[in-house]
């Protein structure tokens, strides 16, 4: 863990950023045409803030997050996150690096359909080796949170769109990572659920030396932001405190 210690600021990127990309494009290949859906992205990610990302349905923020976490490789540039130039690292080094580091809410909510809510919010317990009794309880305490701890040993398929959502979200929460990202968080729930996913969110990920970044459409809780970032077919048009006009 030594390169978290990095201080060096190699290719411009502040040192004390939590997340930083430099020139970070994307192409996809569709049929004989290669299209590029990031156009160098350079961002600093700041700890202690919870920064939106928006952007219209197609603008790239699905696989700029990727990117961000370690999911999908860019095609050009570098990422940094809290110092580690996680490209750099070993298929089992980036891993192990994601599993410590990394707490991921999917758009699909990718909830394994053959084990029970606890046990799917236990997962990343469980990859680090935790005894499952305490995977478990730590899982369910989390599910309380949440206000679906009387869901614990449903199946995914039992329950609602909105209470899967939250088996994802105590899922990504529940080893405390450092860096939390979360692909339109409260877009199946309720105001009220909503918002408590929001504090959920500001107790667990927003604090020194932490970091969350939420993709949204979700107008109900843009007033939340400390940073909002527009994206606009690959490029970032906007950053500041509130969304821009005409949004
Ligand atoms: N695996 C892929 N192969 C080819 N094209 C892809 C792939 N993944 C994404 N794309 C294309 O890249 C563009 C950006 O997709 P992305 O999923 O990042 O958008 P998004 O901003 O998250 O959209 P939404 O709000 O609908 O989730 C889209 O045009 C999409 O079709
Ligand atoms: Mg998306």
């Keep these: ?59 790239g923020k699905t696989t700029l997050i990727s990117i961000m976490c370690g999911i999908l490789w860019p ?32 758009q699909q909510y990718n909830l394994i359909p053959s084990i029970d809510a606890a046990s799917n919010a236990a997962v990343p317990l469980i990859a680090q080796g935790m005894e499952r009794h305490e995977a478990r309880t730590r899982a369910v305490a989390m599910l309380e949170k949440l206000n679906i701890g009387d869901q614990a040993n449903k199946l995914p398929s039992q329950l609602s769109g909105g209470q899967q959502q939250r088996v994802a979200i105590a899922r990504a929460l529940v080893h405390e990572p450092r860096l939390v990202v979360c692909d339109e968080p409260t877009a199946a729930l309720d105001a009220s659920s909503g918002r408590r996913v929001m504090d959920l969110l500001r107790e667990v990920a927003v604090a020194e030396n932490r970091a969350c970044i939420i993709v949204t459409h979700d107008n109900r809780i843009f007033d939340l932001a400390d940073r909002i970032l527009v994206l606009e077919d690959g490029r970032i048009t906007h950053d500041g405190r509130e969304m821009p006009e005409g949004h």
């Design 75 to 106: 095609t050009l540039g570098e990422v940094k996150v809290f110092g580690t130039d996680i490209y750099d690292l070993g298929d089992s080094e980036l891993v192990e690096f994601r599993l410590a580091n990394i707490g991921f809410i999917f």
């Design 1 to 59: 863990m030594g390169t978290l210690l990095d201080t060096s600021a190699i290719g411009g990127c502040n040192p004390e950023a939590a997340i930083c990309t430099r020139g970070v494009t994307r192409d996809f290949q569709a049929g004989q045409q290669t299209i590029t859906v990031l156009h160098g992205i350079d961002l600093d990610i700041r700890a202690g803030e919870m920064t939106f990302l928006v952007g219209e349905s197609g603008s």
